[in-house]
T-cell receptor, first 117, second 116 residues
C-alpha cells in the first residue's frame, strides 16, 4: 500500500515570494491534515479536511496561508507572501475514517522542508 | 496551558538498556486517546503505540509499552532493549473526545540517542 506522498521534499524561497506544497493521501482515506513543524518543536495543526470540506482551520494564518482539497483526494497548501517565520517542515497526514474516532491513527508523509531567506 | 508536556528535551541510553520517555497530558474529556510517534532524521512520523482512556491494560507493541497512569494524567513510553535504530525524536500526542474533526495535539518531543 502506497503511503502519503508529498512534494517537493525541499524548497528554498525568499521572503515575500509564494510557495505551494502538494499532498496525495493514502487511497480511501477520508481525512487529511496539514501540520507545521518548526525546528525543535512538535507538529502544529494548520488545517483539517474531511473529504473535501474543511473541519478545522482555526490555526491557519488565513491572511497568507490557503489550502484546498480537490474532489476529496489531493490537497495543496499555499503560502503567499512567505515570511521568515514560515521556515518549517510542512507535514501532510491522512486517516481512514470519515468521522474521527479516538483510536484513529494518522499516517504521515515525509514532509516538505521550507526555508525562507 | 500545554495539553501535552514532554519535559525531557534529550535522553541518552546504551544499547540493550531500557528507557522511559515521559509524557503528561491535560484534558477534561472522559474519552481520549494517547499516541506515541517516532520521527527519525528522515522526517516521517511513524506510529508506535496507542492507549485509550478506557483501556484498563497498558498497551504493548513489541519492544514498546505505554505506562498509563490515568489519575496522574501520564502516559510514559517504555522502550525495552534499546537499539541503535531507536535514535530519533519521540512525540507524545492526544486526541480528545469522540466527535468528528479532532486532530492530534502533539508535545514538543524528546530526542533519544542510543549509543553502542
Amino acid at each position: 500500500e502506497a503511503g502519503v506522498a508529498q512534494s517537493p521534499r525541499y524548497k528554498i524561497i525568499e521572503k515575500r515570494q509564494s510557495v505551494a506544497f502538494w499532498c496525495n493521501p493514502i487511497s480511501g482515506h477520508a481525512t487529511l491534515y496539514w501540520y507545521q513543524q518548526i525546528l525543535g518543536q512538535g507538529p502544529k495543526l494548520l488545517i483539517q479536511f474531511q473529504n473535501n470540506g474543511v473541519v478545522d482551520d482555526s490555526q491557519l494564518p488565513k491572511d497568507r496561508f490557503s489550502a484546498e482539497r480537490l474532489k476529496g483526494v489531493d490537497s495543496t497548501l499555499k503560502i503567499q507572501p512567505a515570511k521568515l517565520e514560515d521556515s518549517a517542515v510542512y507535514l501532510c497526514a491522512s486517516s481512514f475514517r470519515a468521522a474521527a474516532a479516538t483510536n484513529e491513527k494518522l499516517f504521515f508523509g515525509s514532509g516538505t522542508q521550507l526555508s525562507v531567506l | 496551558a500545554q495539553k501535552i508536556t514532554q519535559t525531557q528535551p534529550g535522553m541518552f541510553v546504551q544499547e540493550k538498556e531500557a528507557v522511559t520517555l515521559d509524557c503528561t497530558y491535560d484534558t477534561s474529556d472522559q474519552s481520549y486517546g494517547l499516541f506515541w510517534y517516532k520521527q527519525p532524521s528522515s522526517g516521517e512520523m511513524i506510529f508506535l503505540i496507542y492507549q485509550g482512556s478506557y483501556d484498563e491494560q497498558n498497551a504493548t507493541e513489541g519492544r514498546y509499552s505505554l505506562n498509563f497512569q490515568k489519575a496522574r494524567k501520564s502516559a510514559n513510553l517504555v522502550i525495552s532493549a534499546s537499539q541503535l535504530g531507536d535514535s530519533a525524536m519521540y512525540f507524545c500526542a492526544m486526541r480528545e473526545g469522540w466527535q468528528a474533526g479532532t486532530a492530534l495535539i502533539f508535545g514538543k518531543g524528546t530526542t533519544l540517542s542510543v549509543s553502542s
